[in-house]
């Protein structure tokens, strides 16, 4: 029998429903049940499983409580609303007020605690999370078997396991944490994003380290204002769900989150910052990598190598290698290991054909990270660089003026595109990005054009490329598919690049 959802564990033993009800401080129900397992999605209910019924903006879980039930569930954990709804199922019923905050520790429970065998390095920030967690999985990975959960994929060694969100549900979490200490995982990289930690997916957790990149304008559809989306990157600096912090203090909130950090905190500076711990020295930025000495507090020099192009990814192999020496690796060894890491999939990708030009997929999709992709490319470039960009649909929509206007200045040619449209219409995104364009006065922009087929973008910057010119296809990364009006077409950024490399040298 097959299951939908992320993996589980082989071999669990039975947590009894009364054990459950005591940790919750509730009435345990008349039932001598034991639970082997728990997932909040009626769908991938195993026998054993405690369904988690939570509440949501248009169903409550409560409402699949049956098809749980004839999936085998032993159980369900809901609340007051729920309560009544489950009853038909005539499944015991845990119940409280809150059943997704306590939904975490109630998985660590049934799974056995798996995290507290594992070295856990989490990764925040608004930019470089994904990036610094292969990095620091590449140094990890010189002294333990290790696994990778983030953005792209979830790895156990080398096992891939397909990603659906940066950070798993807390009972899928705990889960795959079981599944890793099965089969013989001792350390995890793993990033934690801004929605991870209020929605409570990382519940039950404490990082062995855990790393801030830096804080931008970003998910400001979810969060009230910058305070309320620093304050929840900063829940993770506290003892309840960390152990060290690792903090980069180029960044403003960074300085900040290093005084106010109720962990001890060690600090790092790409860039010079008298007061860091650790600092990258003869920082030598080069096309395809960059090489920089880590000057570290007790007098260490290390010698350390981006395997990425870019300032910015000085910034994310300082981090990486900071927190393995915090986690109590041999910096060098650590160092080494992150300096032959062999990319990271979407992220400063280069796509090379034999062309005489750099092409390159990057996932920069924020302001910001579309601001330093642009600059940290320009360093490298020779010639002309040509930019391809577009926002998505039924996102964050305040950043399509200031994207826009990032692109138009940064490039010399700004190919306004789509991304994921969603369901807005494609044209209406691209005219609010087009008059972020128009708002940098002429005489400091690149040349603007527009595509609404981003196939078509991709082929018009490539046919703009000459000897020494950079071409950049960024906001989609890794992405295997073009979202348009609910429909998700086939689509590869590295792949569409690829063919319009080929089919301009033909
Ligand atoms: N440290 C950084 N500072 C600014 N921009 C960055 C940084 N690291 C990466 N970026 C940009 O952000 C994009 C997304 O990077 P990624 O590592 O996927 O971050 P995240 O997982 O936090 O979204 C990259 O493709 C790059 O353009
Ligand atoms: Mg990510």
């Not at 395809?288 to 880590?294: E, G, I, K, R, Y």
């Not at 290698?321 to 060894?333: C, E, M």
């Not at 981003?454 to 073009?482: N, S």
Request: charged share 25%; glycine share 10%; proline share 6%.
């Amino acid at each position: 029998m097959t299951y939908p959802g992320p993996p589980r564990p082989v071999r669990i033993s039975a947590t009894p429903l009364a054990e459950l009800a005591d940790q919750l401080g509730v009435t345990a129900p008349d039932s001598s049940a034991g639970v082997t397992g728990i997932t909040h999605d009626s769908r991938a209910v195993r026998p054993g499983d405690l369904y988690a019924a939570l509440p949501g903006a248009r169903v409550h879980g409560a409402d699949f409580a049956t098809q749980a039930a004839g999936l085998g569930a032993a159980a369900v954990l809901t609340d007051p609303a729920g309560a009544e709804r489950v009853a038909a199922a005539g499944l015991p019923a845990l119940v409280v007020d809150d059943p997704r905050a306590r939904m975490g520790e109630l998985a660590a429970t049934i799974y056995g605690h798996p995290g507290r065998d594992l070295l856990q390095i989490g990764i925040t920030g608004t930019s470089g999370k994904t990036t610094t967690a292969y990095l620091v999985e590449g140094g990890l990975r010189t002294e333990k078997s290790t696994g990778l959960i983030g953005t792209v994929e979830m790895r156990i060694g080398d096992e891939r396991i397909k990603s659906e969100r940066t950070t798993p549900e807390a009972t899928d979490l705990q889960a795959l944490f079981s599944v890793m200490r099965e089969r013989g995982t001792e350390a995890v990289a793993m990033e934690v994003s801004s929605h991870a930690l209020v929605l409570g997916r990382v519940d039950a957790c404490v990082f062995d380290v855990a790393v801030f990149t830096n804080l931008s304008p970003e998910h400001m559809e979810f969060h009230s204002g910058m305070e309320d989306y620093f304050q929840a990157k900063a829940q993770l600096f506290t003892p309840a769900r960390s152990r060290l912090g690792v903090v980069n203090v180029d960044d403003e909130y960074g300085r900040r989150l290093a005084k106010e950090a109720t962990v001890p905190v060690v600090t790092y500076s790409a860039e010079g910052h008298p007061d860091a711990d650790w600092r990258a020295d003869e920082v030598e930025v080069g096309p395809l990598d960059s090489t920089f000495t880590v000057l570290g507090p007790k007098g260490e020099r290390i010698a350390a190598k981006s395997p990425l192009a870019g300032p910015f990814n000085v910034a994310n192999t300082l981090a990486a290698i900071v927190s393995l020496a915090a986690a109590g690796l041999d910096p060098q060894t650590a160092a080494d290991g992150v300096a032959a890491v062999p990319g990271v999939p979407g992220r400063l990708e280069r796509v090379d054909e034999g062309q005489p030009f750099f092409a390159v997929v990057d996932y920069a999709h924020k302001t910001d990270a579309v601001e330093s992709v642009l600059r940290a490319l320009r360093k490298v470039t020779e010639g002309k660089l040509h930019a391809v960009l577009g926002c998505g649909g039924d996102r964050d929509t305040t950043k399509r003026e200031p994207m826009g206007a990032a692109v138009a200045r940064f490039a010399d040619t700004a190919v306004l595109t789509s991304d994921n449209p969603r369901s807005e219409d494609p044209l209406a995104i691209l005219a609010v990005m087009l008059q972020g364009a128009a708002s940098v006065p002429a005489h400091e922009r690149g040349e603007v054009q527009v595509f609404e087929d981003r196939a078509a973008a991709i082929a018009a910057a490539v046919a703009r490329a000459e000897p020494g010119d950079t071409v950049v296809v960024a906001g989609k990364g890794h992405e295997q598919g073009q979202d348009i009006a609910g429909v998700v077409r086939p689509f590869d950024d590295r792949e569409v690049l690829r063919e319009a490399i080929q089919r301009s040298k033909a």
